[in-house]
């Protein structure tokens, strides 16, 4: 059996993993009171991404994902999310430039990334208010 997806669903299930996995860890801001479901409404105005904090795929420094409401995202931004610890690795955001689509998404090995520059291990670490100074992210820490 064969399924077929078109662009939008496929984004769809992009946006639905992400935000579940950043809920699962934690880094995802609600729009509601405690124990409200995540904000995952990307429908315009807004349908579009910017990722703040880190330059491009960073897994050393803490980076912040925004939800805007133009192409541009010039206009009117809400926190969406940050990188994140998931089983271990880092969830890295990685579009510096404003985008259509939450599925700029790479994951690190921090031990492997770590050892890679000359140090016995690391981490992935999470890193609070890292944010606009309230919300947390993660990167990688080594020994």
């Known amino acids: ?6 662009v939008s669903t ?3 299930v992009v946006v639905l993993l992400a935000g579940l996995s950043l809920a699962c860890t934690g880094n995802l801001k609600t729009d509601g009171p405690p124990g409200a479901s995540p904000a995952l409404d990307t429908s315009p105005p807004w349908a ?16 912040c994902h925004y ?10 931004r809400q926190f969406w999310g940050g990188d994140s610890c998931t089983g271990g690795e880092l969830q890295e955001w990685t579009a ?3 985008h259509a689509a939450a599925s700029d998404v790479v994951r690190h090995d921090c031990a492997a990334e770590c050892k890679a520059k000359g140090s016995l291990g690391g981490r992935c670490a999470r890193v609070e208010n890292a944010c606009d100074g309230s ?7 080594c020994e």
């Open 10 to 12: 496929l984004h769809a």
């Open 48 to 63: 579009h991404f910017i990722d703040t904090g880190d330059t491009g795929d960073d897994p050393w420094t803490p980076g």
């Open 96 to 98: 510096s430039e404003p």
């Open 135 to 141: 919300a947390p992210s993660s990167r990688c820490e």
């Open 1 to 6: 059996m064969r399924f077929r997806f078109d």
């Open 67 to 76: 939800k805007c409401s133009d192409p541009t995202c010039k206009g009117e």
